[in-house]
């Protein structure tokens, strides 16, 4: 240890002469046999500790994505709106851009991205960023690059600053060979898509960072998200997303999956709501470091048949897209969630009618205020 200390100084001092930053240069170096956490625990630029602050000090990245502009909201109002930070490489529209600090971040830039968290004392980082399963499949190096490239760099920043970092996995971690009705947190992973890969991937290598380095990494398997504010984003799962917008706009549907096709989905605010427990659940309270979380299950038939309860006249039809039901195909019916029930008292609130009536209820609310507009 003396002798990578004295090695970290030499560098940092030459660096210093040479006019180069020692802040965005010694990093990079790797020392063979030694962790993350040890090499940075001399350095003068590393992160404030959660135990130093109030507050956590919160970076999520792919923040314009489904989830993130409505978990920034939960934090902010938790943790208040300056200690929660957005972060995407896409322009943000002018409600997210005022409505709380946002800047723009690569996950792909290891440099930038180090720099978001040491100047912003970052102490939690809820990492968003990836490529979707279909989408995935239609470009598999830029999935792989995103997905698991990426996941590299913040696992490496997250451990060098001793960061909580939660990275979301997917019932896309599974495949044909997986226990299908329930699947619990343990068994047999075999996905089939790039997604699905990357995400096994992503729970794999933050178990090991925990237990090689201390990495305080939490995740969570996420069903399909529903939400009545969010559009397709290119997951098998996104025809529940857009059943909703079609059936209010012109009343017809046409799904790409089969009318039988089972998959394990949540409300937006029951999945917020988990990851904000799960973040604050005490370290020792948890078995584990991936967690299966569950909701309700429901075929594409009975979630028409729940929405013309309320709409009478909308109609569904059928166009199977055979990459996507082939997805699905290999994915859980539903999740076996019994372990997060137990270590840190999950629960979710919304069943299929519940959901039904909360998003017909939203989309009527919008209507009449864009009437009014």
Avoid at 207 to 233: K, M, N, T
Avoid at 285 to 292: G, I, Q, V, W
Wanted: charged share 20%.
């Amino acid at each position: 240890m003396a002798v990578v200390r004295t090695l970290t100084k030499a560098i940092k001092h030459v660096l210093q002469k040479s006019g180069c930053g020692c802040q965005t240069s010694v990093v990079p170096v790797r020392f063979i046999g030694v962790s993350p956490r040890q090499v940075t625990s001399d350095a003068s630029f590393h992160s404030v500790s959660f135990s130093e602050t109030d507050h956590p000090r919160v970076l999520i990245t792919g923040g314009l994505g489904q989830l993130g502009v409505g978990l920034a909201k939960l934090l902010r109002k938790q943790f208040g709106d300056s200690n929660v930070i957005l972060s995407d490489i896409r322009k943000p529209p002018d409600s997210v851009f005022y409505s709380g600090p946002f800047i723009y971040s690569d996950i792909l830039d290891y440099k930038n991205l180090r720099e978001i968290v040491v100047n912003n004392r970052i102490t939690w980082l809820i990492h968003y960023s990836a490529l979707l399963s279909a989408v995935g499949e239609a470009n598999v190096p830029l999935a792989r690059a995103v997905n698991i490239t990426g996941l590299h760099n913040i696992l490496d920043i997250a451990a060098e600053h001793s960061l909580r970092l939660f990275v979301p996995s997917t019932i896309g971690a599974f495949g044909p060979t997986s226990p299908r009705n329930p699947t619990p947190d343990l068994c047999i992973q075999r996905p089939r898509t790039i997604y699905g890969v990357s995400k096994v991937h992503a729970e794999l290598m933050g178990e090991y960072y925990h237990y090689r380095y201390g990495l305080d990494f939490r995740c969570l398997r996420y069903p399909g998200i529903i939400s009545a504010d969010s559009q397709a984003g290119g997951g098998t799962t996104d025809y529940v997303v857009q059943i909703f917008h079609d059936a209010i706009k012109t009343g017809k549907f046409e799904c790409n999956l089969q009318p039988d096709t089972r998959l394990p989905m949540m409300y937006i605010d029951d999945c917020l709501r988990a990851t904000l427990e799960i973040l604050e659940a005490p370290a020792e309270a948890l078995s584990m470091r991936t967690y299966n979380i569950n909701a309700m299950s429901f075929t594409p038939e009975e979630l028409a048949k729940e929405i013309q309860k309320h709409l009478p006249e909308f109609q569904i039809s059928y166009s199977v897209d055979s990459m996507r039901q082939g997805i699905a195909d290999s994915w859980p019916m539903k999740f076996d969630d019994s372990n997060a029930h137990k270590d840190w008292g999950w629960k979710h609130e919304y069943d299929l009618p519940e959901l039904v009536t909360t998003i017909l209820n939203q989309f009527s609310a919008d209507s009449r205020i864009a009437q009014v507009n």
